[in-house]
């Protein structure tokens, strides 16, 4: 079986380009497009602890929540797959002090280079890092010393921390709250790296590709090119284009969406429940963030303030404001967040795979466990619209802050760019709901779409595909309805 299984309606490999070929083949390509944002990192960094402390002056917190957030899930993401990852900046100093070099191939890596556990190789970490992350989110995004312990943490502390005690890419491969949902959202993504033909693969023993070679290093995401039929985790740093000796892997270009219909490779890596659980987490917390960002309700915004309400206040010290946590507010949050993500949208959804197997026929189906996780793919084009929807409406809204704040992002009076007195400037407002709609709309019937594709490659008659596909369209078309009645400020 020598090419990819997707049923490709259209793919353009861009390695064919010589320029681009030339360009990422460069040893010293990954540094270049890591270490403008390295230098980004470093400019928020200050300015989270030395710039204005209000959140919305602060170019920290500006960009990291607002410029950072929309570009990953309007642009980055859902066109890029994992662009992002790419050029994120958390590896950097961890994998510069491993290899003990910027671009040049390191044979002895510093550090204990220990095995990462079999029977952590999965998603769960991530999953638990990103809820909390989830947990202080009202904290983060409304204080600079927040987003800055923030940014010390992931991108310097703990990435650095696991470079030095396992081999490769653990912390982007299994830890880092940001590299699961783009996993899970960049399988969408109309770009993918992928062997041009394997069965070329397959009669070549070196395995350069995941081994590393004098050209360059093995996979650092523990994948092996060969068997990669989606995007989830490759992290596009394009070691393996320079390590394969056979010029056997491509850059293409497709429709997108052909991974959410696939199995791992001749089940060499079988699909569990962590991936099914990151789809809950994201399409439950895109209608919390909507409650506690834009909605009507003060409950929500009140309670996602965990640091604030409480008897202590709170007072500006050397430009940081210190505040006592409120154990209250914490509890409450804390539950709606990891109660609502893990129990109660999971328990709803298994509910809906219950009828869905009843209506198709008990003895007919396949066992619940694999329904129940391949119809949880779903939920990807589902909570992407939501998820584009909210950060359209965070950078439409809120984005004019940046504009001002970036003339002066340490808050000593400096007006770089001419635009320190810029005013607060909501664009596009009166249309916003209509858009939302739309992109609400066009997720419906993406995911319906969705459904319907797996429903067929998990039945062999077409009439029992589409009985078990009835249930699973009604709990999209709730979903998207709860989303609106969210949006249009009803709760």
Known sequence: ?????????????????PLIKRIVRARSYHFAVIFPNFVVFIILLVAAFYGPPVGNQNIAVLVVW?????ALMLVLTPIGGRSWCMICPMPAIGEWLQRKTFTRVSKKPFGLNKRWPRKLDNI????????????????????????????ILVVVILP????????????????????????????????ELRVRNRDVCLKHPGNECYRGSEAGY?????????????????????????????????????????????????GIKKKGLDEPFKAFIMSTLAIIYALVFTGPNPFFKDIANIFGGNTFGGVFTDNILVEALNPYK??????????????????????????????????????????????????????LAAWIAFALYILLVNGSYAISAISDPFG??????????????????????????????????????????????????????????????IFALLYTILVLIVWLGVV
């Not at 020598?2 to 861009?14: I, S, W």
């Not at 989606?230 to 992290?235: E, L, S, V």
């Not at 804390?334 to 609502?340: K, N, Q, R, T």
């Not at 219950?354 to 209506?359: G, N, P």
């Open 1 to 17: 079986m020598g090419e990819a299984r997707q049923p490709y309606k259209f793919r353009f490999d861009l390695l064919t380009i």
């Open 66 to 70: 607002i410029i950072w957030w929309a």
């Open 124 to 151: 769960w970490l991530q999953n638990f890092s990103f809820l909390i992350i989830s947990t202080f989110i009202g904290v983060l995004t409304t204080r600079p010393w927040a987003t800055g312990i923030m940014l």
């Open 160 to 191: 650095t921390l696991f470079h030095l005690l396992y081999q490769r890419r653990v912390w982007c491969r299994y830890i880092c709250p940001v590299s699961g949902f783009i996993g899970l959202y960049s399988m969408v993504a109309p770009v």
């Open 218 to 266: 093995g996979c650092p995401w523990y994948e092996f090119p060969q068997n990669l039929n989606r995007n989830a985790y490759c992290g596009l740093c394009m070691e393996c284009v320079k390590t394969c000796p056979l010029d056997n892997i491509g850059l293409f270009i497709r429709v997108g969406g052909e991974d959410l219909y696939v199995e791992p490779w001749h």
């Open 330 to 383: 914490l509890a409450v949050y804390a539950a709606i967040v990891w109660s609502s993500t893990l129990l109660i949208m999971p328990a709803i959804f298994g509910l809906f795979v219950v009828f869905s197997k009843a209506l198709a026929g008990w003895n007919k189906s396949p066992p619940y466990k694999k329904l129940f996780i391949s119809y949880s793919y779903l939920l990807v084009p589902l909570s």
């Open 412 to 473: 000593l009076g400096w007006d770089l760019f001419g635009t320190r007195n810029f005013p607060w400037t909501p664009i596009g407002t009166p249309y916003l709901p209509y858009i939302q709609a739309i992109i609400f709309l066009f997720g419906l019937i993406w995911t319906i779409n969705t459904i319907k594709k797996i429903s067929q490659r998990l039945f062999e008659r077409r009439r029992d595909a589409f009985k078990a596909s009835i249930p699973m369209s």
